[in-house]
């Protein structure tokens, strides 16, 4: 194709630096000719976007970086839109973190109480920036890394966006397996089912060559070889991989491992507090004009191999790819989970080439993770009705369909916790 032109809502994140390497790295599969990064936070935009220039200018890249406050004028023209916004900051995700604790449920931002808050807060905000951009770009692909991605994504394909949530869950376990077996990642294909957030690895296969369609199924191996290991890393029991001979997401530790879960959170503080250090330790190294390279520092701020994934779906949608690889992708059932509506979004491997995302046919999921995805999908139907039409009561029904919560008696108090400390991001409030 002709020119490249990619936006970044949410540019001025700490984050941006990781997806600017790989775009720098990757500039064969992925040829940019033009980065919008796109931010309220002006100061925090040209710091990064300094940093931007400066890892291009590392490897000899020709892309321009260009900064905005204004989505209309920033995606206008645009091939794709990533999104990778969170409105309140950090400050806020302290919160949702802390206040679910009280009723005696995790604080997490993206999966229970402090979950729906989150998404209560952000679903009208990219469905409004959804609309610039198809107003300005409606052939762009918006690509969703904003939390909760499975609720957020499938907002979007409702309302009939272009758009693919992904997350690096997948990358992830993809990259420490081919560690474990010492091979090149691109050997390695994941058996991997469920939602955003809630997910298995039901095998993995080793190609015979990358891109091949035939391989040996490895996963009794790297349980039986490396189980402990692969324990440490989704922080679950080994006892517990080796019941399920699966390989859960880390994610599910918040179900599996619930009561133990708050417990610890009670007792050494929230995630957000640690991120916000880091960011601002992050925010003082990119203020060197001599910093040309992406900190170690940066790996502790979370979502590794995003910058990979990114680039290999942008690469497949936009037609630069080889367009003959499979990825782990969060988009619409359409019936491949025929237990799950047509409209929930799952996050399962699907093929991608310039025509779209085309989910591939899975075998039938067992009924210990069907029941629990089944579940979670109910919730999340109505945290996106909460997130549209707002009302506590909405709130209230949002929270009692949750695995995690469902009880009349933390439900009703969680959602006045929830409203209380979100009143100014919810305009129904």
């Given at each position: 194709?002709?020119?490249?032109?990619?936006?970044?809502?949410?540019?001025?994140?700490?984050?941006?630096?990781?997806?600017?390497?790989?775009?720098?790295?990757?500039?064969?599969?992925?040829?940019?000719?033009?980065?919008?990064?796109?931010?309220?936070?002006?100061?925090?935009?040209?710091?990064?976007?300094?940093?931007?220039?400066?890892?291009?200018?590392?490897?000899?890249?020709?892309?321009?970086?260009?900064?905005?406050?204004?989505?209309?004028?920033?995606?206008?023209?645009?091939?794709?839109?990533?999104?990778?916004?969170?409105?309140?900051?950090?400050?806020?995700?302290?919160?949702?973190?802390?206040?679910?604790?009280?009723?005696?449920?995790?604080?997490?931002?993206?999966?229970?109480?402090?979950?729906?808050?989150?998404?209560?807060?952000?679903?009208?905000?990219?469905?409004?920036?959804?609309?610039?951009?198809?107003?300005?770009?409606?052939?762009?692909?918006?690509?969703?890394?904003?939390?909760?991605?499975?609720?957020?994504?499938?907002?979007?394909?409702?309302?009939?966006?272009?758009?693919?949530?992904?997350?690096?869950?997948?990358?992830?376990?993809?990259?420490?397996?081919?560690?474990?077996l010492g091979v090149d990642p691109r050997l390695i294909r994941l058996d991997h089912v469920g939602l955003n957030h809630l997910?298995?690895?039901?095998?993995?296969?080793?190609?015979?060559?990358?891109?091949?369609?035939?391989?040996?199924?490895?996963?009794?191996?790297?349980?039986?070889?490396?189980?402990?290991?692969?324990?440490?890393?989704?922080?679950?029991?080994?006892?517990?991989?080796?019941?399920?001979?699966?390989?859960?997401?880390?994610?599910?530790?918040?179900?599996?491992?619930?009561?133990?879960?708050?417990?610890?959170?009670?007792?050494?503080?929230?995630?957000?507090?640690?991120?916000?250090?880091?960011?601002?330790?992050?925010?003082?190294?990119?203020?060197?004009?001599?910093?040309?390279?992406?900190?170690?520092?940066?790996?502790?701020?979370?979502?590794?191999?995003?910058?990979?994934?990114?680039?290999?779906?942008?690469?497949?949608?936009?037609?630069?790819?080889?367009?003959?690889?499979?990825?782990?992708?969060?988009?619409?059932?359409?019936?491949?989970?025929?237990?799950?509506?047509?409209?929930?979004?799952?996050?399962?491997?699907?093929?991608?080439?310039?025509?779209?995302?085309?989910?591939?046919?899975?075998?039938?999921?067992?009924?210990?993770?069907?029941?629990?995805?089944?579940?979670?999908?109910?919730?999340?139907?109505?945290?996106?009705?909460?997130?549209?039409?707002?009302?506590?009561?909405?709130?209230?029904?949002?929270?009692?369909?949750?695995?995690?919560?469902?009880?009349?008696?933390?439900?009703?108090?969680?959602?006045?916790?929830?409203?209380?400390?979100?009143?100014?991001?919810?305009?129904?409030?």
């Amino acid at each position: 194709m002709s020119a490249i032109k990619l936006a970044v809502v949410g540019g001025g994140s700490t984050y941006t630096p990781e997806l600017i390497d790989g775009f720098a790295r990757l500039r064969d599969v992925l040829p940019i000719d033009e980065l919008v990064l796109i931010d309220p936070a002006a100061e925090r935009l040209e710091l990064i976007a300094g940093m931007a220039r400066r890892i291009f200018d590392r490897y000899d890249h020709g892309a321009k970086v260009i900064t905005t406050d204004d989505v209309a004028h920033g995606v206008r023209d645009a091939d794709a839109v990533l999104l990778q916004l969170r409105v309140g900051g950090q400050a806020v995700r302290a919160e949702d973190e802390t206040w679910p604790l009280e009723c005696g449920c995790i604080g997490q931002e993206t999966t229970g109480a402090g979950g729906l808050a989150k998404a209560l807060r952000t679903v009208p905000v990219v469905l409004d920036i959804a609309e610039q951009i198809r107003r300005v770009s409606p052939k762009a692909w918006i690509i969703d890394f904003t939390n909760p991605v499975g609720i957020v994504t499938r907002a979007l394909l409702n309302e009939g966006h272009q758009a693919v949530g992904l997350c690096n869950v997948a990358i992830g376990l993809q990259r420490r397996f081919a560690g474990h077996l010492g091979v090149d990642p691109r050997l390695i294909r994941l058996d991997h089912v469920g939602l955003n957030h809630l997910s298995w690895e039901r095998g993995v296969t080793l190609l015979d060559h990358p891109g091949a369609s035939t391989g040996q199924e490895v996963l009794p191996k790297l349980l039986a070889d490396f189980g402990e290991a692969i324990a440490e890393e989704v922080h679950l029991p080994h006892s517990l991989l080796r019941r399920l001979g699966v390989v859960p997401s880390y994610y599910l530790r918040y179900f599996y491992q619930h009561d133990t879960v708050v417990e610890e959170q009670r007792a050494t503080g929230s995630r957000a507090a640690e991120v916000s250090e880091i960011e601002r330790q992050l925010l003082d190294l990119y203020a060197d004009p001599t910093l040309n390279t992406k900190p170690a520092l940066l790996e502790k701020r979370g979502g590794a191999y995003y910058s990979e994934a990114a680039v290999q779906l942008l690469a497949d949608l936009l037609g630069t790819g080889e367009g003959t690889d499979t990825q782990v992708v969060d988009t619409r059932n359409d019936g491949i989970l025929p237990f799950l509506p047509d409209d929930a979004v799952i996050e399962v491997p699907a093929h991608i080439d310039a025509d779209g995302v085309w989910p591939l046919p899975q075998r039938p999921v067992e009924p210990l993770y069907a029941g629990l995805m089944s579940h979670v999908a109910a919730y999340e139907h109505l945290a996106l009705r909460a997130a549209l039409e707002g009302g506590r009561e909405r709130v209230v029904e949002a929270l009692l369909a949750h695995p995690l919560i469902g009880q009349w008696d933390t439900a009703e108090p969680l959602a006045d916790r929830l409203i209380a400390h979100n009143r100014a991001y919810l305009g129904w409030a």
